[in-house]
């Protein structure tokens, strides 16, 4: 698969990047590269191999949802610096 420079010069218009000739020229040879190396991993026989979005297995972890005792809300509030009516009382900020 060969890339042309008017076809970099179409993606560097979508991204919106001015790019100079000799970036384009650059960019057409790495971009030639990368889909060169492509076509190569495209001649393997990948018929037997699952598809995978990722190299080994993900599970989550997860603990069972227990209710534990809480702690009284008198000491909770005792080490506030400003309590009112049993909550924290904090500066308003919206007027």
Same mark, same amino acid.
């Given at each position: 698969?060969? *890339?042309?420079?008017?076809?970099v ?21 790495? %971009? &030639?590269?990368?889909?060169?190396y492509? &076509?190569k %991993? @495209?001649?393997? &026989?990948?018929?037997n ?7 080994? =297995?993900?599970? @989550?972890?997860?603990?069972e &949802?227990?209710?534990?005792?809480s702690y =009284? ?5 005792? *080490?506030a610096?400003?309590?009112? @009516?049993?909550?924290?009382?904090? =500066?308003?900020?919206?007027?």
């Open positions: 698969m060969k *890339i042309t420079i008017s076809e010069e179409y993606v560097a218009k979508l991204a919106r990047l001015k790019l100079s000739d000799e970036e384009k020229t650059l960019f057409t040879q790495q %971009l &030639d590269s990368i889909l060169l492509i &076509d %991993l @495209n001649e393997l &026989d990948t018929a191999v699952p598809p995978t979005s990722h190299v080994i =297995p993900l599970e @989550n972890v997860m603990r &949802d227990e209710a534990k005792p =009284p809300p008198e000491e909770v509030l005792s *080490i610096p400003e309590s009112e @009516n049993s909550f924290f009382a904090v =500066p308003r900020v919206i007027e």
